[in-house]
């Protein structure tokens, strides 16, 4: 009888390690990623939080990303910049962010079009 628990015991901490593992790569293993900022700054608005109450005093730019992977995988995400005086990116500029499968982890910041690798500014500019 006890080893079977312990066997039933054995098997939910693989499941729940395994369960784990994944949520951590997909929400919080980071990949480097580029993507180039619209033409069209988005109009600036009052920072809503996720009850959908506003936030006083912050202001909100919702972008549209198309990211291109370091590994030239593309990757499509939302991006709120928002603040109490949020400053726009550049029309046209290009960022770089850190962004896993679910979130931009980190970023994303404006570089200078040199600073993109190649092969990646091939797939951003199609």
């Not at 962010?97 to 980190?106: D, G, H, L, T, W």
């Amino acid at each position: 009888m006890k080893k079977i628990i312990w066997l039933i015991v054995g098997v939910a901490v693989v499941v729940l390690a395994y369960f784990g593992w994944n949520y951590y790569q997909e929400t919080y293993q980071g990949h480097t990623a580029y993507a180039v900022v619209s033409s069209k700054v988005p109009t600036r608005e009052k920072t809503v939080d996720d009850n959908g109450k506003t936030i006083s005093n912050s202001y909100s730019y919702v972008y549209h990303f198309k990211f291109v992977r370091t590994d030239g995988k593309v990757q499509n995400m939302e991006y709120e910049l928002m603040g109490s005086d949020p400053k726009p990116f550049t029309p046209n500029s290009y960022v770089k962010a850190e962004i896993s499968q679910k979130r931009v982890i980190n970023g994303p910041n404006e570089v200078k079009a040199d600073q993109v690798p190649s092969d990646v500014k091939a797939k951003l500019n199609n």
